[in-house]
């Protein structure tokens, strides 16, 4: 069965430093999205991506998040100069298109530590 | 804009009872709902959606929701926990039209008492 694939499963950074969280989207998929989800909290949208361009963001997504989908399969997540707060599960998502029925196909998660 | 309410953080009961976890949604026009289940350590997997037709829809590991417009909820039902089913649950919607993202509700912690 086709799923989403995140690398790393788990990042320690130090504060300042830059991070790219990867993720290998269904290949026939055409919506992405990174969620986070910080400690015990809820799940929180970040961005969505379509059609090579960032369709929509939250306000969590300030100018030190950027999202690239460089070669066609990866997608990726990153983030200029890590904060304390940054540290979360962030979570890649992708679903397949307008007509269908809505369901996001999440993977397993990156857990990111800014120490 | 879309948001949803799971009433209850933690829902603690005991093996082999009735599993009941509330989800409600506001919004003007029915939007897909979904349940959603993160095991300790792992990602989101998806228990059951709705988006048309049947309000009761059956989804893994014996879980079911049912659909009711006029109470705008979605609440999710097991009718014999299992020790197994100790998890985070997490409510969301997508709207069918406009902004197409994925709104979670807060999650509810499921714990069984054996």
């Known amino acids: 069965e086709p799923e989403v694939t995140q690398t790393p499963s788990h990042q320690v950074t130090q504060m300042g430093q830059e991070v790219i969280l990867r993720c290998v989207p269904i290949?026939?998929?055409?919506?992405f999205y990174w969620y986070r989800q910080i400690l015990g909290q809820k799940v929180e949208f970040l961005v969505s991506?379509?059609?090579?361009?960032?369709?929509?963001k939250s306000e969590i997504f300030d100018d030190q998040f950027s999202v690239e989908r460089p070669d066609g399969s990866n997608f990726t997540l990153k983030i200029r100069s890590t904060k304390l707060e940054d540290s979360a599960m962030y979570f890649c998502?992708?679903?397949?298109?307008?007509?269908?029925?809505?369901?996001?196909?999440f993977g397993e998660g990156s857990r990111l530590t800014v120490l | 804009a879309q948001s949803v309410t799971q009433l209850g953080s933690h829902v603690s009961v005991s093996e082999g009872a009735l599993v009941l976890l509330r989800c409600n949604y506001s919004?003007?026009?029915?939007?897909?709902l979904f349940w959603y289940v993160q095991y300790p350590n792992q990602g989101l997997q998806l228990l059951l959606k709705?988006?048309?037709?049947?309000?009761l829809v059956k989804g893994i590991n014996g879980f079911e929701a049912e659909f009711k417009k006029s109470e705008t909820s979605f609440h999710l039902t097991k009718p014999s926990a299992h020790m197994s089913d100790a998890a985070e649950y997490f409510c969301?919607?997508?709207?069918?039209?406009?902004?197409?993202?994925?709104?979670f509700g807060q999650g509810t912690r499921l714990t069984i008492n054996p």
């Open positions: 998502a992708s679903r397949g298109g307008p007509t269908n029925t809505g369901e996001l196909f």
């Open positions: 290949s026939n998929h055409l919506y």
């Open positions: 991506f379509y059609n090579n361009e960032i369709s929509e």
């Open positions: 919004s003007s026009v029915p939007p897909y």
């Open positions: 709705y988006t048309t037709g049947a309000t």
């Open positions: 969301a919607v997508i709207p069918i039209q406009g902004a197409q993202k994925l709104v």
